[in-house]
């Protein structure tokens, strides 16, 4: 949903396409009605906001190393103005998480936004023109990059149409595989350092 570069502390936006915000408050108050245990995370320019602490958010916060933001979602959307960039859902029981992808397909498929399902068990939902392979093809116009030139790394679903738009797709090791199956090289998981490991060991061989 943004796409922006780091100059020392510095981060300033190139490009964003954020969610209609009537529509993310609707989406949000839905699911929350609906999948009363669903994992929900809404990210503004500032904060991952979350309105449930459960064991998905405490796994999801140790693997990110960010904080939560604790809200009312009815309150956050009442009291605030901020931009919503993406609303993600996590839930590990395999049978209801087919159930929420099946529900948000059918009420919300006609809506100008993103469905698309990350790693197992998520599902996020971003505005129809914030997808990776967008965000990929607006750098290499914007600092006049060849195809060719370029690397992608990914390990989740919503990866593959930017592991398409690279030259050279490099996919993570604990990946599934249907995203392997979009790799010109496989490296180690996430774990393991997979990127660092690419780096170092590949990539300047290329």
């Given amino acids: 949903a943004m796409v922006f570069k780091k100059e020392n502390t510095k981060f300033t936006i190139l490009n964003k396409e954020i969610l209609n915000r009537e529509l993310a408050r609707k989406l949000v108050l839905d699911i929350r009605s609906k999948f009363p245990k669903v994992g929900i995370s809404l990210y503004d320019d500032e904060n991952w906001n979350v309105d449930?602490?459960?064991?998905?958010?405490?796994?999801?916060?140790?693997?990110?190393?960010?904080?939560?933001?604790?809200?009312s979602f009815n309150q956050y959307f009442?009291?605030?103005?901020k931009e919503v960039y993406k609303v993600s859902f996590i839930e590990e029981d395999i049978e209801v998480?087919?159930?929420?992808?099946?529900?948000?397909?059918?009420?919300?498929?006609?809506?100008?936004?993103?469905?698309?399902k990350s790693l197992s068990g998520y599902l996020e939902i971003t505005h129809v023109n914030a997808k990776k392979s967008l965000g990929i093809e607006y750098v290499m116009?914007?600092?006049?990059?060849d195809r060719e030139s370029t690397v992608a790394f990914g390990d989740g679903e919503n990866d593959?149409?930017?592991?398409?738009?690279?030259?050279?797709?490099?996919?993570?090791?604990?990946a599934s595989d249907k995203v392997k199956e979009h790799a010109d090289l496989i490296t180690k998981s996430n774990n393991e350092d997979g990127v660092a490991y690419a780096i170092k060991t590949i990539i300047a061989k290329i």
């Fill in 78 to 81: 009442n009291e605030n103005l």
């Fill in 52 to 71: 449930v602490i459960n064991k998905v958010i405490e796994r999801e916060k140790k693997v990110v190393k960010v904080n939560y933001n604790l809200v």
């Fill in 160 to 174: 593959i149409s930017m592991l398409q738009s690279a030259g050279y797709s490099i996919v993570m090791g604990n």
């Fill in 97 to 116: 998480f087919k159930k929420l992808v099946n529900y948000v397909e059918v009420n919300y498929s006609d809506e100008k936004i993103t469905i698309q």
């Fill in 141 to 145: 116009k914007l600092k006049e990059i």
